[in-house]
Protein backbone atom coordinates (compact mmCIF):
# COMPACT_ATOMS: atom_id res chain seq x y z
CA UNK A 1 0.00 0.00 0.00
CA UNK A 2 1.35 3.47 -0.85
CA UNK A 3 -0.83 5.35 1.21
CA UNK A 4 -2.69 5.01 4.89
CA UNK A 5 -5.83 6.03 3.31
CA UNK A 6 -8.27 3.60 4.49
CA UNK A 7 -10.45 1.65 2.28
CA UNK A 8 -13.53 3.90 2.95
CA UNK A 9 -11.38 7.22 2.37
CA UNK A 10 -9.70 5.58 -0.81
CA UNK A 11 -13.27 5.20 -2.02
CA UNK A 12 -14.50 8.66 -1.37
CA UNK A 13 -11.06 9.59 -3.05
CA UNK A 14 -12.27 7.86 -6.26
CA UNK A 15 -15.58 9.03 -6.55
CA UNK A 16 -14.77 12.79 -6.31
CA UNK A 17 -12.25 12.30 -8.64
CA UNK A 18 -14.79 10.46 -11.05
CA UNK A 19 -17.66 13.08 -10.88
CA UNK A 20 -15.97 15.35 -13.41
CA UNK A 21 -16.65 14.48 -16.98
CA UNK A 22 -13.25 15.68 -18.08
CA UNK A 23 -11.69 13.23 -16.03
CA UNK A 24 -13.36 10.50 -16.42
CA UNK A 25 -12.81 10.89 -20.63
CA UNK A 26 -9.31 10.92 -19.29
CA UNK A 27 -8.98 8.10 -17.62
CA UNK A 28 -11.42 6.49 -20.63
CA UNK A 29 -8.04 7.65 -22.84
CA UNK A 30 -5.72 6.22 -20.28
CA UNK A 31 -7.48 3.00 -20.37
CA UNK A 32 -6.03 2.48 -23.93
CA UNK A 33 -2.14 2.82 -22.57
CA UNK A 34 -0.07 5.31 -21.38
CA UNK A 35 -0.42 8.82 -22.85
CA UNK A 36 1.42 12.09 -22.61
CA UNK A 37 -0.12 15.57 -21.25
CA UNK A 38 0.06 16.75 -24.71
CA UNK A 39 -1.14 14.12 -26.44
CA UNK A 40 -4.10 14.03 -23.55
CA UNK A 41 -4.62 17.52 -23.98
CA UNK A 42 -5.43 17.27 -27.59
CA UNK A 43 -9.21 16.03 -27.82
CA UNK A 44 -10.43 18.56 -25.21
CA UNK A 45 -10.81 22.27 -26.01
CA UNK A 46 -8.64 23.26 -22.76
CA UNK A 47 -5.16 24.47 -21.81
CA UNK A 48 -2.76 22.23 -20.58
CA UNK A 49 -2.20 23.82 -17.22
CA UNK A 50 -6.09 22.71 -17.07
CA UNK A 51 -5.83 19.18 -17.98
CA UNK A 52 -2.78 19.31 -15.62
CA UNK A 53 -5.35 19.94 -13.06
CA UNK A 54 -7.25 17.33 -13.28
CA UNK A 55 -4.73 15.15 -13.52
CA UNK A 56 -3.76 16.09 -9.81
CA UNK A 57 -6.74 15.48 -8.70
CA UNK A 58 -6.48 11.56 -10.42
CA UNK A 59 -3.40 11.08 -9.25
CA UNK A 60 -4.03 12.02 -5.91
CA UNK A 61 -6.89 9.61 -5.86
CA UNK A 62 -4.58 7.34 -6.88
CA UNK A 63 -6.31 6.61 -9.93
CA UNK A 64 -3.29 7.04 -12.05
CA UNK A 65 0.49 7.55 -11.74
CA UNK A 66 3.09 8.84 -13.40
CA UNK A 67 6.37 7.15 -15.61
CA UNK A 68 9.38 9.37 -16.64
CA UNK A 69 10.73 7.89 -19.45
CA UNK A 70 13.56 9.75 -21.72
CA UNK A 71 11.87 12.66 -23.16
CA UNK A 72 8.10 13.18 -21.15
CA UNK A 73 6.57 12.22 -18.37
CA UNK A 74 3.70 9.61 -19.24
CA UNK A 75 0.57 9.14 -17.31
CA UNK A 76 -0.49 5.38 -16.88
CA UNK A 77 -3.67 4.27 -15.19
CA UNK A 78 -4.07 2.28 -11.64
CA UNK A 79 -6.81 -0.64 -11.80
CA UNK A 80 -7.27 -1.49 -8.36
CA UNK A 81 -8.78 1.92 -6.56
CA UNK A 82 -11.10 1.93 -9.84
CA UNK A 83 -11.68 -1.82 -8.98
CA UNK A 84 -12.80 -1.15 -5.79
CA UNK A 85 -15.25 1.80 -6.61
CA UNK A 86 -16.81 -0.06 -9.61
CA UNK A 87 -17.23 -2.59 -7.09
CA UNK A 88 -19.36 -0.89 -4.49
CA UNK A 89 -21.65 0.01 -7.19
CA UNK A 90 -21.83 -3.43 -9.01
CA UNK A 91 -23.09 -4.23 -5.52
CA UNK A 92 -25.58 -2.45 -5.90
CA UNK A 93 -26.70 -2.49 -9.71
CA UNK A 94 -27.18 -6.38 -8.87
CA UNK A 95 -29.40 -5.87 -5.81
CA UNK A 96 -31.98 -3.65 -8.42
CA UNK A 97 -31.07 -5.82 -11.60
CA UNK A 98 -32.80 -8.42 -10.03
CA UNK A 99 -36.19 -6.70 -9.16
CA UNK A 100 -35.92 -5.17 -12.84
CA UNK A 101 -35.36 -8.10 -13.77
CA UNK A 102 -38.92 -9.01 -11.88
CA UNK A 103 -40.06 -6.42 -13.64
CA UNK A 104 -40.16 -7.59 -17.17
CA UNK A 105 -41.42 -10.45 -16.32
CA UNK A 106 -44.55 -8.70 -15.19
CA UNK A 107 -44.66 -6.50 -18.03
CA UNK A 108 -44.44 -9.64 -20.36
CA UNK A 109 -47.30 -10.80 -18.19
CA UNK A 110 -49.27 -7.69 -18.09
CA UNK A 111 -49.18 -7.38 -21.68
CA UNK A 112 -50.28 -10.63 -22.49
CA UNK A 113 -53.29 -10.66 -20.68
CA UNK A 114 -53.84 -7.26 -22.80
CA UNK A 115 -53.70 -9.11 -25.74
CA UNK A 116 -55.79 -12.18 -24.90
CA UNK A 117 -58.57 -9.73 -22.97
CA UNK A 118 -61.46 -10.63 -25.02
CA UNK A 119 -62.46 -7.83 -27.12
CA UNK A 120 -64.56 -9.46 -29.10
CA UNK A 121 -67.86 -11.10 -27.45
CA UNK A 122 -66.37 -14.97 -27.13
CA UNK A 123 -66.98 -17.49 -24.66
CA UNK A 124 -64.87 -18.61 -21.97
CA UNK A 125 -62.72 -21.50 -22.70
CA UNK A 126 -60.20 -22.77 -25.36
CA UNK B 1 -34.45 -16.41 -18.89
CA UNK B 2 -33.10 -13.61 -20.81
CA UNK B 3 -33.63 -10.29 -19.26
CA UNK B 4 -34.83 -7.11 -21.46
CA UNK B 5 -32.46 -4.14 -20.37
CA UNK B 6 -29.26 -3.88 -18.90
CA UNK B 7 -29.44 -1.51 -15.31
CA UNK B 8 -25.90 0.85 -15.58
CA UNK B 9 -25.92 2.45 -12.12
CA UNK B 10 -23.84 5.61 -11.75
CA UNK B 11 -22.61 7.86 -8.77
CA UNK B 12 -22.34 11.22 -10.18
CA UNK B 13 -21.60 14.15 -8.29
CA UNK B 14 -20.90 14.30 -4.55
CA UNK B 15 -24.29 13.09 -3.91
CA UNK B 16 -26.14 11.43 -6.60
CA UNK B 17 -26.79 7.94 -8.07
CA UNK B 18 -28.45 7.82 -11.41
CA UNK B 19 -30.31 4.47 -12.77
CA UNK B 20 -31.34 3.79 -16.09
CA UNK B 21 -32.86 0.56 -18.20
CA UNK B 22 -35.43 0.02 -20.92
CA UNK B 23 -38.22 -1.90 -20.73
CA UNK B 24 -40.35 -3.45 -23.64
CA UNK B 25 -43.16 -1.94 -23.56
CA UNK B 26 -44.61 1.39 -23.62
CA UNK B 27 -44.29 3.81 -20.99
CA UNK B 28 -47.93 3.98 -19.74
CA UNK B 29 -47.58 0.16 -18.99
CA UNK B 30 -43.95 0.62 -16.97
CA UNK B 31 -45.57 3.75 -14.93
CA UNK B 32 -48.31 1.80 -14.08
CA UNK B 33 -45.79 -0.75 -12.85
CA UNK B 34 -43.99 2.24 -10.87
CA UNK B 35 -47.18 3.44 -9.11
CA UNK B 36 -50.06 1.20 -8.66
CA UNK B 37 -49.78 -1.04 -5.46
CA UNK B 38 -51.16 -4.18 -7.06
CA UNK B 39 -48.74 -4.25 -9.85
CA UNK B 40 -45.37 -2.45 -7.45
CA UNK B 41 -45.47 -5.53 -5.05
CA UNK B 42 -45.47 -8.47 -7.45
CA UNK B 43 -41.97 -6.69 -8.85
CA UNK B 44 -40.40 -4.45 -6.06
CA UNK B 45 -40.84 -7.74 -3.58
CA UNK B 46 -36.98 -8.58 -3.73
CA UNK B 47 -34.46 -10.14 -3.30
CA UNK B 48 -35.72 -13.62 -2.53
CA UNK B 49 -36.68 -14.81 0.67
CA UNK B 50 -38.64 -11.44 1.31
CA UNK B 51 -42.02 -10.31 0.55
CA UNK B 52 -43.53 -6.34 -0.40
CA UNK B 53 -46.46 -6.85 2.61
CA UNK B 54 -47.78 -3.37 2.54
CA UNK B 55 -48.08 -1.18 -0.47
CA UNK B 56 -50.22 1.80 -0.09
CA UNK B 57 -49.83 4.92 -2.81
CA UNK B 58 -51.45 8.31 -2.93
CA UNK B 59 -50.86 9.29 -6.58
CA UNK B 60 -51.26 12.91 -5.95
CA UNK B 61 -48.52 15.93 -5.56
CA UNK B 62 -48.07 15.67 -1.57
CA UNK B 63 -50.10 12.36 -1.53
CA UNK B 64 -47.91 9.75 0.78
CA UNK B 65 -46.86 6.40 -0.13
CA UNK B 66 -45.63 3.56 1.80
CA UNK B 67 -43.59 -0.01 1.79
CA UNK B 68 -42.64 -2.73 4.00
CA UNK B 69 -41.21 -5.50 2.91
CA UNK B 70 -41.37 -8.37 5.00
CA UNK B 71 -37.81 -11.49 5.58
CA UNK B 72 -39.85 -14.76 5.24
CA UNK B 73 -37.75 -16.47 7.26
CA UNK B 74 -37.95 -14.52 10.43
CA UNK B 75 -40.57 -12.16 10.02
CA UNK B 76 -38.35 -9.32 9.96
CA UNK B 77 -39.27 -5.99 8.59
CA UNK B 78 -38.06 -2.97 6.78
CA UNK B 79 -40.36 -0.04 5.75
CA UNK B 80 -40.09 2.95 3.77
CA UNK B 81 -41.81 5.67 2.19
CA UNK B 82 -42.24 9.39 1.32
CA UNK B 83 -44.06 12.19 -0.53
CA UNK B 84 -44.67 12.57 -4.14
CA UNK B 85 -43.43 16.23 -4.73
CA UNK B 86 -44.88 16.06 -8.90
CA UNK B 87 -46.37 13.71 -10.94
CA UNK B 88 -46.45 14.29 -14.75
CA UNK B 89 -47.89 11.07 -15.57
CA UNK B 90 -46.73 9.08 -17.24
CA UNK B 91 -43.29 11.02 -18.01
CA UNK B 92 -42.45 11.88 -14.73
CA UNK B 93 -42.28 11.07 -11.36
CA UNK B 94 -40.37 13.20 -8.22
CA UNK B 95 -40.69 11.76 -4.86
CA UNK B 96 -38.70 11.96 -1.64
CA UNK B 97 -37.68 8.58 0.13
CA UNK B 98 -36.82 7.47 3.93
CA UNK B 99 -36.37 4.32 5.91
CA UNK B 100 -38.00 3.94 9.17
CA UNK B 101 -34.63 2.34 10.41
CA UNK B 102 -32.50 4.91 8.49
CA UNK B 103 -29.71 2.98 7.21
CA UNK B 104 -28.49 6.42 5.02
CA UNK B 105 -28.57 9.84 6.55
CA UNK B 106 -31.17 12.09 6.01
CA UNK B 107 -33.88 11.62 3.20
CA UNK B 108 -33.45 11.59 -0.37
CA UNK B 109 -35.27 12.93 -3.63
CA UNK B 110 -36.10 10.42 -6.85
CA UNK B 111 -36.80 11.59 -10.01
CA UNK B 112 -38.02 9.01 -12.18
CA UNK B 113 -38.17 9.93 -16.01
CA UNK B 114 -40.13 7.32 -18.59
CA UNK B 115 -39.03 7.88 -21.88
CA UNK B 116 -40.86 5.59 -25.18
CA UNK B 117 -38.77 5.11 -28.55
CA UNK B 118 -40.41 2.75 -30.65
CA UNK B 119 -42.47 0.77 -28.39
CA UNK B 120 -39.42 0.59 -25.61
CA UNK B 121 -39.77 2.64 -22.64
CA UNK B 122 -36.01 3.93 -21.48
CA UNK B 123 -36.15 4.98 -17.79
CA UNK B 124 -33.88 7.06 -15.43
CA UNK B 125 -33.96 7.72 -12.07
CA UNK B 126 -31.81 10.27 -10.38
CA UNK B 127 -31.58 9.79 -6.58
CA UNK B 128 -30.09 12.86 -4.77
CA UNK B 129 -29.51 12.49 -1.22
CA UNK B 130 -29.33 14.87 1.47
CA UNK B 131 -25.76 14.14 2.24
CA UNK B 132 -22.64 12.89 0.79
CA UNK B 133 -22.36 10.61 3.37
CA UNK B 134 -25.93 8.92 2.79
CA UNK B 135 -25.05 8.43 -0.56
CA UNK B 136 -21.46 6.80 0.04
CA UNK B 137 -23.67 4.72 2.68
CA UNK B 138 -25.81 3.43 -0.24
CA UNK B 139 -23.26 2.23 -2.88
CA UNK B 140 -21.29 0.89 0.48
CA UNK B 141 -23.93 -1.08 1.74
CA UNK B 142 -23.70 -4.58 1.32
CA UNK B 143 -26.73 -5.56 -0.84
CA UNK B 144 -26.26 -8.12 -3.35
CA UNK B 145 -29.06 -9.97 -5.35
CA UNK B 146 -29.66 -13.33 -5.48
CA UNK B 147 -26.70 -14.76 -2.88
CA UNK B 148 -28.32 -16.06 0.40
CA UNK B 149 -25.41 -14.90 2.39
CA UNK B 150 -25.59 -10.97 1.00
CA UNK B 151 -29.39 -11.64 2.88
CA UNK B 152 -27.44 -12.74 5.70
CA UNK B 153 -25.33 -9.72 5.99
CA UNK B 154 -28.50 -7.20 5.33
CA UNK B 155 -30.23 -8.79 8.07
CA UNK B 156 -26.98 -8.09 10.21
CA UNK B 157 -26.93 -4.70 8.63
CA UNK B 158 -30.93 -4.34 9.91
CA UNK B 159 -30.42 -5.66 13.36
CA UNK B 160 -27.26 -3.37 13.83
CA UNK B 161 -29.00 -0.40 12.70
CA UNK B 162 -31.89 -1.30 15.28
CA UNK B 163 -29.64 -1.42 18.11
CA UNK B 164 -27.64 1.62 17.02
CA UNK B 165 -29.72 4.14 14.93
CA UNK B 166 -27.31 6.32 13.25
CA UNK B 167 -29.76 7.79 11.04
CA UNK B 168 -30.15 11.69 11.78
CA UNK B 169 -33.65 12.32 13.14
Known sequence: ?126 | MSFVGTLKVEAKGDRELVMTREFNAEKDLVFDCFTKPELIKRWLYGPDGWSLDVCTVDLKVGGKYRYVWKYLKDGSTMGAGGTYKEISGPDRLVQTESFDEAWYPGEALLTTTFVEKSGRTYITINILYETKEGRDTVIKSPMEGGAAQSYNRLETLLNTLTESPQGRK
Not at chain 1, 33 to 53: C, H, N, R, T, Y
Open chain 1, 1 to 126: MNHALSKSDRLDATFAALSDPTRRAILARLADGEVSVMDLAKPFSMSQPAISKHLKVLERAGLISGIKNAQKRLRKIEAKPLAEATEWLENYRKFWEGRFNQLDSLIEELKLSKQTSPKRKNKKGE
